[in-house]
């Protein structure tokens, strides 16, 4: 039914400000809009994302938004030359890749407001 629709991600911080600057600055994302209450930023494809600010924002324990890569080992060297640390979980290798033969490579950051991000190819 909703198959053919363009999806997106809705999810909040702690600090708009700061999640902006994260976004656009360290990530390069686009602001498309900004109204009081969140922010829309526009990714590849027709995609985008919104962060909204809660007074009481408590991170997820799990990924909450994924970027698409061509190469993950690329993204992670500029993600770290661009100071965001890449975090090591289980089964990920020295640089914070975990591989998989039948799914990709995938490896995951967080944002100012500690929610998990994962980049990621995908077979």
Request: with cysteine; charged share 25%; hydrophobic share 40%.
């Amino acid at each position: 039914m909703f198959g053919q629709n363009v999806t997106h991600a809705n999810f909040s911080v702690d600090d708009i400000e700061v999640a902006k600057k994260f976004y656009v600055d360290k990530l390069g994302f686009r602001i498309k809009r900004e109204t009081p209450y969140d922010v829309m930023f526009e990714a590849g494809a027709g995609t985008h994302f919104n962060v909204y600010p809660k007074e009481d924002h408590k991170a997820w324990d799990s990924t909450v938004f994924g970027i698409e890569v061509a190469d993950v080992k690329a993204a992670v060297d500029q993600l770290t030359a661009k100071g965001v640390t890449i975090e090591k979980v289980n089964g990920t290798d020295e640089n914070g890749i975990l591989s998989d033969p039948k799914m990709g490579d995938a490896a995951w950051f967080r944002d100012p407001a500690q929610n998990w991000i994962c980049i990621s190819s995908v077979k």
